[in-house]
């Protein structure tokens, strides 16, 4: 043991005398989770950002009007008003994510056809090919201020001539039980239609609303969480944590593969220590190097960006389990890395394609189902959701040793393969 905590000692001095990549690799993932935490709305504290959208109104209708203002005073929608070649040169500049054109001719087409078979007409939208996820959302709801606005008009007091143009068209259909019953109710809206129209405006308005329909109901949004509020920096900085804490585990393997070329782990081995005295003296140094810049990283993410850790055993805990997992990860790019140039790119890429599929660049709940499913058996998806869970979530012990279980198993794998790789090549 007492040539372990020595080789220990040594490691960890080697690295905080390197004051630069010291600082570097606690600067980076801070300033970069800084990036993504606001990327991804911040604290929770301010206004959620509107969608922009571009509006060409070309209808004079009232019910073209009606449709404009709605999506004007729309809380969700910052609507600026453009001619109909300006939103298409912002669209196709990237500059706006999706203009409306109502058309001319939109609202009284649209009235007409709300009892009638056939054409609809058109509302054309223009939108950045990269925002379609933006266009889904504008159509949601364009679809609300286009029924409220038309159901509004055409079953209103002033929308008899509406009711009149249906009950004419279904003069030449042929007799029928939908035709009926279409014309009763037709029927029944002319009377309304005529009685609304008697009465004086005010009595009107005050009875009937002015006989403008309304969406029949409200929404009440409540988030729930065992934890405190949704902060998007503690995502964040558990995502850019665990990718650069794992570029620090490169850097592990590497380190052992340097001292191959330069003989230092020649002269290692020709000491009285065993092989397996040296991985595990290497092991725990970059575990304990890991465990210090994640708790780091952390402290400065509750010092600046109000991130709380809920659950603290929780949190130390996962943190635990990633460090080993991460210093067990360098030791199998040393054990099949032949060259550090090679080891290096190749576990460069390995890393990413692990931190992407754990979600630390954006949340898994973003990657589609299947693949949610498939990430369960990457070991940066139980680092990230761990982290998660003992701050924002504020979820218990429960979920912390299941993160961790699963951390130190892939450790233990990534350890085992490494040692046989080891034994094989001294051989």
């Not at 590497?254 to 290497?282: D, E, K």
């Not at 990283?297 to 996962?318: P, S």
């Not at 954006?362 to 990430?375: I, K, L, N, S």
Request: with cysteine; proline share 3%; net charge positive.
């Amino acid at each position: 043991m007492t040539a372990i905590f020595a080789m220990i000692r040594k490691d960890l001095v080697l690295y905080l005398n390197d004051k630069r990549a010291l600082m570097l690799n606690l600067l980076m993932p801070i300033v970069l989770a800084a990036f993504f935490g606001s990327l991804f709305g911040g604290a929770g504290g301010g206004s959620n950002s509107k969608l922009e959208i571009g509006l060409v109104q070309q209808d004079s209708s009232i019910i073209g009007r009606k449709i404009g203002a709605a999506l004007k005073a729309d809380t969700a929608l910052q609507v600026s008003e453009l001619s109909l070649q300006e939103a298409q040169e912002k669209v196709r500049a990237g500059k706006l994510m999706v203009a409306v054109v109502i058309p001319a001719g939109f609202g009284d087409a649209a009235g007409q056809s709300l009892f009638q078979p056939g054409s609809k007409p058109q509302l054309p939208l223009y939108y950045d090919p990269s925002q379609t996820t933006v266009l889904a959302m504008v159509k949601g709801l364009l679809t609300q201020h286009v029924m409220q606005g038309v159901t509004g008009e055409v079953m209103g007091a002033s929308g008899g001539r509406f009711t009149d143009a249906s009950l004419k068209q279904l003069d030449e259909v042929p007799a029928s039980a939908d035709k009926d019953a279409l014309l009763g109710l037709l029927g029944g809206l002319k009377k309304y239609q005529e009685h609304e129209a008697s009465k004086v405006d005010s009595e009107r308005t005050v009875a009937s609303g002015g006989g403008n329909l309304t969406v029949p109901f409200t929404t009440r949004d409540e988030a729930l969480s065992s934890g405190p509020k949704y902060n998007a920096y503690s995502h964040a900085f558990a995502g850019m944590g665990v990718q650069f804490i794992l570029f620090m585990g490169i850097d592990v393997g590497i380190g052992i593969l340097l001292a191959r070329r330069m003989g230092i782990w020649n002269r290692l081995l020709a000491a009285p220590i065993t092989m397996t005295q040296v991985l595990l003296s290497r092991a725990l140094s970059g575990a304990l190097i890991a465990a210090a810049l994640l708790v780091a990283i952390f402290a400065c993410a509750m010092l600046i960006f109000k991130v709380e850790i809920t659950n603290v055993a929780g949190f130390a805990l996962v943190a635990v389990a990633f460090s080993l997992m991460t210093a067990a990860f360098g030791l199998l790019i040393a054990a099949f890395g032949k060259t550090p140039e090679a080891a290096r790119g190749l576990a460069t890429f390995a890393t990413l394609i692990l931190v992407m599929l754990g979600g630390a660049w954006v949340p898994t709940f973003v990657f589609p189902a299947w693949m949610q499913r498939a990430t369960l058996i990457v070991p940066t998806r139980w680092a990230v959701d761990g982290l998660d869970a003992m701050t924002w979530r504020g979820l218990g012990m429960d979920v912390a040793l299941q993160a961790a279980g699963v951390q130190l198993a892939f450790a233990a794998v990534f350890g085992a393969l490494a040692i046989w790789r080891f034994r094989a090549q001294t051989r």
